[in-house]
């Protein structure tokens, strides 16, 4: 993976993970001003738009770096970091669909399907893209145990 596209992923994460805890808070934790309200935060629509525009460049920075690192890693069979990285393989793909389902969903049913599969895979997207990043940080600045021979 180049330094491009190790920091297009770490952007889009940052953009699309911190626009959906805001857009989740407000939704979720924040109290509404008036009892009427129809939002629970003035900038709660604000940071919707935000999260679904920058969406599509996480998904983009996903794809770009598949071959060259997630899958090459796979096939070679490399080890390190090898659960939280399918960790991260595994929730792509239903976090992507369920963040789209959201946008076209007119059933309230399956509208909570949808919003519960997307919190729970970008929880799992987040925590593992986290402990990716922080074991490869610090797993290559950790002295290695010298083996006897």
């Known amino acids: 993976m180049t330094r491009f596209e190790a920091n297009l992923l770490h952007v889009a994460n940052l953009l699309v993970g911190g626009t959906g805890l805001v857009y989740a808070w407000m ?3 924040a109290v509404p001003a008036e009892p009427f309200a129809v939002v629970n935060h ?3 629509p604000t940071m919707q738009h935000l999260h679904v525009l ?3 460049l996480l998904v983009f920075a996903c794809g770009l770096i598949w071959q060259a690192h997630a899958w090459a890693r796979v096939r070679t069979g490399y ?3 090898r659960k939280s990285g399918l960790s991260l393989a595994l929730s ?3 976090m992507i669909s369920s963040g789209y389902a959201l ?3 007119g059933s309230e049913t399956w509208r909570t399907v949808w ?3 997307h919190l729970c895979t970008s929880a799992l997207w987040i925590a593992a893209f986290v402990i990716h990043q922080w074991r490869a940080w610090f797993g290559a600045r950790a002295p290695r145990a010298k083996i006897p021979s």
């Open 27 to 29: 939704r979720y934790c």
């Open 42 to 44: 003035p900038a709660q």
């Open 54 to 56: 920058s969406a599509p």
């Open 79 to 81: 080890r390190e970091r």
């Open 92 to 94: 792509l793909v239903p």
């Open 103 to 105: 946008q076209v969903c």
């Open 115 to 117: 919003i519960t599969m």
